[in-house]
C-alpha cells in the first residue's frame, strides 16, 4: 500500500469483550491500530489488557447488541467518526451451543441464525461505505471447524457457520474490485471461557485435542498470527478463502 502503514487502519470486532474477539483486539492494538470492540457484554476487561500493554486511548468499547440493525448502524458510525475512519472488520461475535438435532426448537435455530449469520450482514453493511470511502478493506468472519467436521450434536451452529462461508465468498465476489478482501478463519475448539462452560467441559478438550495432530488444546493466542496475517497490508490477493487453524483436526 503506498505510502500507507497498519498503524493507520482502524480495525472494529465484534464479540469483543470476551475470549477470541478480546484476544483479537488487544494483537490489533498491539500493532498500534486504533481498534473499536462491540459487544452486548462490558467491555472494561479488554480496555484495561490493551491499556496494560502500552495501547491506552487506542480502543474504543461500543455495548450494543449486534442484531438490532439501527443500533448497528450508530455504532458503526460512532466509531468512524471517532477513530476518523474504518477499514477492518471482524466478526466474531457468536454462540455455539450444543443440542441435539431432535430437540433443537424453531426458537434455538433462530436464535443461532440471528446472532452467527444475521450479526455479520448487518455489521458488514453498516461499515462497508466506510471501507469503500477508503478504498481499502478487510472483512473477516470467524466460523469453525465444524464446517468441515460436521458434529451431530451442532446441526444448527454448523448450518450457521456454513452460511458465514458463503457470505465470505460472495461478499469477496461482489467488493473485491473496491480493494477490500473477504475471508473467513476456523478456530477448532479453543480454550475461552464460554468454551470451558460448555463444549470444553466433561471431558470435551481431551475429545478434541486426539483428533488433533497438533497435541495441545488450542488457546486464544493461537489464532492471532493469521488473523494479522489477513489483515495485514500485503494480503490483497487473499480473498474469499476459508482457513482451517484448528490443530489438523480436518485437512482440506
Ligand atoms: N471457542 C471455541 O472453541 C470456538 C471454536 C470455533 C469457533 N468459535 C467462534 O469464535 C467466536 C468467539 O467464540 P468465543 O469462544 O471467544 O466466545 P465468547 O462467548 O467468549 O465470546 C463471544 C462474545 O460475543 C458476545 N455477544 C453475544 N451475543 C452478542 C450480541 N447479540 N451482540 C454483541 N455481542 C454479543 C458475548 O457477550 C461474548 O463477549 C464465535 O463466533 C464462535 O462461534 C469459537
Redesign the pocket.
Known amino acids: 500500500m503506498g505510502g500507507s502503514d497498519a498503524g493507520e487502519r482502524v480495525a472494529l470486532v ?9 484476544e483479537f483486539c488487544v494483537a490489533l492494538a498491539a500493532q498500534g491500530r486504533r481498534v473499536a470492540g ?4 462490558d467491555l472494561a476487561e479488554t480496555e484495561q489488557r490493551i491499556a496494560a500493554a502500552g495501547g491506552a486511548g487506542r480502543f474504543l468499547g461500543v455495548t ?4 438490532d440493525p439501527a443500533a448497528v448502524t450508530a455504532a458503526v458510525d460512532k466509531i468512524a467518526e471517532h477513530h476518523a475512519g474504518l477499514h477492518i472488520v471482524v466478526n ?5 451451543p450444543s443440542i441435539a438435532f431432535e430437540d433443537t426448537t424453531l426458537d434455538d435455530w433462530r436464535r443461532i441464525m440471528r ?2 449469520l444475521e ?1 455479520p450482514f448487518l455489521v458488514t453493511q453498516a461499515a462497508l461505505p466506510h471501507l469503500r470511502a477508503a478504498g481499502w478493506g478487510r472483512v473477516v468472519n ?5 464446517v468441515f467436521l460436521g458434529p451431530p450434536d451442532m446441526v444448527a ?1 454448523t448450518t450457521s ?1 456454513a452460511g458465514l462461508v458463503g457470505f465470505t465468498r460472495a461478499l469477496a465476489s461482489a467488493v473485491g474490485h473496491e480493494g477490500i478482501t473477504v475471508n473467513a478463519i ?10 470451558e462452560r460448555t ?2 467441559a466433561d471431558g470435551g478438550f481431551d475429545r478434541v485435542r486426539a483428533l488433533q495432530v497438533v497435541p495441545d488444546v ?1 488457546e ?1 493466542r493461537d489464532l492471532v498470527s493469521t488473523l494479522l496475517y489477513v489483515c495485514d497490508e500485503g494480503s490483497g490477493f487473499l480473498t474469499g478463502q476459508t482457513i482451517n487453524v484448528d490443530g489438523g483436526s480436518a485437512k482440506h
Open positions: 465484534t464479540g469483543a469483550a470476551s475470549g477470541l474477539g478480546q462491540l459487544d452486548i457484554a450494543v447488541d449486534v442484531t466474531n461475535a457468536g454462540i455455539y446472532l452467527n450479526g470467524i466460523v469453525s471447524a465444524v451452529y457457520k476456523a478456530p477448532g475448539l479453543t480454550r475461552t471461557r464460554t468454551a463444549v470444553g488450542e486464544p
